[in-house]
T-cell receptor, first 112, second 115 residues
Framework: KNQVEQSPQSLIILEGKNCTLQCNYTVSPFSNLRWYKQDTGRGPVSLTI?????NTKSNGRYTATLDADTKQSSLHITASQLSDSASYICVVSASGTYKYIFGTGTRLKVLA | SQTIHQWPATLVQPVGSPLSLECTVEGTSNPNLYWYRQAAGRGLQLLFYSVGIGQISSEVPQNLSASRPQDRQFILSSKKLLLSDSGFYLC??????????????FGSGTRLTVV
């Protein structure tokens, strides 16, 4: 069964600190993995898209890693800011399908 | 560039009333279109997806229906709303081909409250 699991469910950190969010998936055959940021009451916005051959991709203070062998991805946020407070969703797509499998997200709260 | 529009942003409807949420995409042709619902504190649930005009696939049995009257227009409807239909509804699109490395873009969402 295709599944995407994220951890932790929620996380509270102080402004300026770093954090890492995890995503484990069992989707097969794997096509690509995306990390989204969703502010409360808004639609998700794409942060990174990673294909099978990519191990690391950065977008500003966000760095995503992908280990296709262990089927794990992480999203590392450096020098967190108050505006990073949001839900972060991992989405995996399988080859040959129009559907995407969503994780339930990690809720990040950055405190001043 | 491609943009996706979804409206209204918020909606309060009485039980038993009809519903129509509209989503349009600009700057692309033959997109795959999706309707998702997100309950409070929960993940996204795929409701419908469409790979072409008049082609609708339903993921879960429910009180809702979807239609795609034009290539870049996707409509979510209900004849009679239930309290359980309350939630945050998101429209999304992806490229019709080669989705592997293309964006999967969401609209800004509609907050529906059924009272």
């Amino acid at each position: 069964k295709n599944q995407v699991e994220q951890s932790p469910q929620s996380l509270i950190i102080l402004e300026g600190k770093n954090c890492t969010l995890q995503c484990n998936y069992t989707v097969s055959p794997f096509s690509n993995l995306r990390w989204y940021k969703q502010d409360t009451g808004r639609g998700p916005v794409s942060l990174t898209i990673m294909t099978f051959s990519e191990n690391t991709k950065s977008n500003g203070r966000y760095t995503a890693t992908l280990d296709a062998d262990t089927k794990q991805s992480s999203l590392h946020i450096t020098a967190s800011q108050l505006s990073d407070s949001a839900s972060y969703i991992c989405v995996v797509s399988a080859s040959g399908t129009y559907k995407y499998i969503f994780g339930t997200g990690t809720r990040l709260k950055v405190l001043a | 560039s491609q943009t996706i529009h979804q409206w209204p942003a918020t909606l309060v409807q009485p039980v038993g009333s009809p519903l129509s949420l509209e989503c349009t995409v600009e700057g692309t042709s033959n997109p795959n279109l999706y309707w998702y619902r997100q309950a409070a504190g929960r993940g996204l649930q795929l409701l419908f997806y469409s790979v072409g005009i008049g082609q609708i696939s339903s993921e879960v049995p429910q009180n809702l229906s979807a239609s795609r009257p034009q290539d870049r227009q996707f409509i979510l409807s209900s004849k009679k709303l239930l309290l359980s239909d309350s939630g945050f509804y998101l429209c999304a699109w992806s490229a019709g081909t080669g989705w592997g490395s293309y964006g999967y873009t969401f609209g800004s969402g509609t907050r529906l409250t059924v009272v």
